[in-house]
């Protein structure tokens, strides 16, 4: 009754030693080449603008109040690390914390948008409400109300990260296939189990480029915050960092602050991109090596 | 084997109770077409039954209405054999696409419809490894779909649908995407499961020829509105291959049919 097989068990397995031709030999060294090519191209760049910075400041003879040397920023930064390393800690903690609740308040909020509509039509406009008023607007008033400063920070960094995952996870449940829910459906599935098994698994592509850009809005909400706390404290960020600094014109500090933050941006890109790499690359399109 | 088919050859079709009666069914879509107007059908046990017609007649219609995918506008479906509360049917549901989740495993596709019902891998795994055995594709219970052809996933959509040991098969043009060699074979495979096994089969297809090789009934339909202009029994008798598909009384099956087809597709015409 068995059917024979149909088909080679994988691509991988054919063996190496088949003749290329010419043409596959300029494909294969073309994509070796790219690859090798989008790590260190970017590098480069990177390496040739300092440099290009560097010695602008020398040919142009820029003081260093105003523009200092790229070398005197990175001994600033080793200098000053002391403070610096304790407001990189406070960001990071306000930047993580606010995409944790944001993370589990958009997925939460979008499993029940899916869940009923009327609360989907109820909520759906304060949460589009919140996303198009600027932070900047509304932080104050927040950072007034709220008591612990930390919350303040929070709850701002939160309503900046919150929308990305709240929409893109909401299109993600209401995107299952059809036929595949006509199936849940036949075999009696339960709400939970079409929710668990379909609806959920639907969305993972939809939700991780959510957490992708809200990763980078946490960041921006939290320093935004912190400008507009502008406290000078124990609980200070490199936002604060970078105010007090400009106060004193101390330029280099300036900049190794602001170069913390954009370590930590692409920190945080990378570490989502890793992840959603992790979680996608068996099946989804977007994750997958095509074969040529 | 031979027994069974002996029993079924002996025991015409119209001897034996309906086990799905389709009485009166009309379903009319909220923009105005009449995609089904007053069709009356008895689907007896064992039978394998073609619905054969136009694109556009209503057969995928007619299908959802026996799932309960779709309520029909007037009209009922009842299943006479089945106690009056049973809410699902012991049935199955092949689509046109395979229908598979790209996130899980062959294994773990033919593991839903167990799964749903509450079984855990290890309860579950002796018999999904028996069906992906039946259509030969126990080699690839790891890999996921996207690594497998169009007939194979096909397979596996199909494997899904024998898991549950259905006793009514219902499908969509299931093989209408596919290469002809392997439509054949998936062809033959299926009236060999159905052989071993029994079910009652209900099969939606376009071609005459499909029909005919597999079908002992072949119900022709006809479009605007959608219904049924003829019932032909096809008495060939089974374990039918490929000397069948290459016999003159194929042919003339083949011929019969087509023209019932034309004929109906020329009705639908006039209106
Ligand atoms: N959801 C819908 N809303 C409105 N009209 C529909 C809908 N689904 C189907 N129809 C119409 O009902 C008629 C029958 O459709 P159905 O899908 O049952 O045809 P079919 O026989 O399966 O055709 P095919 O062989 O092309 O699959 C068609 O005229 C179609 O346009
Ligand atoms: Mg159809």
Known sequence: MSVAMTGDRGVSAQPEAIPLDAEELKRARAAKIEAVGRWVIPIFVLAATVVLWDRVCVWKEVPHYILPRPGLVFQTLLADWSILSIALLNTLKITFGALFIATAGGLGLAILFTQSKWIEISFFPYAVILQVTPIIAIAPLILIYVDSLTAGLLICAWIVAFFPILSNTTLGLNSA??????????????????????????????????????????????????????????????????????????????????????????????????????????????ALKREV | MTAMVEKKMQETPAQSAPIISLKGVSKTFSNGTVALNNMSLDIRQGEFVSLLGPSGCGKSTALRIV??????????????????????????????????????????????????????????????????????????????????????KMRVSIARALVTKPKVLLMDEPFAALDEITRFKLNNDILNLWET???????????????????????????????VVNDMPIDAPYPRDESFRTSSVYAGFCRDVSGALHAAMGSGEEH
Request: no cysteine; aromatic share 12%; net charge positive.
């Open chain 1, 177 to 286: 296939d059809h036929n595949l829910q006509n199936l849940f459906r036949l075999y009696g599935a339960s709400r939970w189990q079409t929710l668990r098994y379909l609806r959920l698994p639907s969305a993972m592509p939809y939700f991780l480029a959510g957490l992708k850009i809200a990763g980078g809005l946490s960041l921006i909400g939290a320093i935004v915050a912190e400008f507009v706390a502008g406290s000078a404290g124990s609980g200070s960020g490199l936002a604060n960092q970078i105010l007090e600094a400009s106060y004193r014109l101390n330029m280099p500090r300036m900049y190794a602050a602001l170069i913390l933050i954009s370590f930590t941006g692409i920190l945080i890109f990378l570490t989502m991109t890793l992840i959603s790499h992790l979680l996608l690359r068996k099946w989804h399109e977007s």
């Open chain 2, 67 to 152: 799932t309960n995918l779709t309520g029909p506008t007037s009209g009922k479906v009842e299943w006479p054999q089945e106690r009056a509360n049973q809410k699902e049917h012991e049935l199955s549901f092949v689509f046109q696409e395979p229908t598979l989740m790209p996130w899980a495993t062959v294994f773990a596709n033919v593991w839903l419809p167990l799964r749903l019902k509450g079984l855990s891998r290890k309860d579950a795994e002796d018999r999904v490894m028996e069906a992906l055995q039946m259509v030969g594709l126990d080699q690839f219970a790891k890999s996921y779909p996207r690594e497998l052809s169009g007939g194979m």
């Open chain 2, 197 to 227: 096994f029994g079910w009652t089969v209900i099969f939606v297809t376009h071609s005459v020829f499909e029909s005919v090789y597999l079908s002992n009934r072949i119900v022709v339909m006809a479009a605007r509105p959608g219904r």
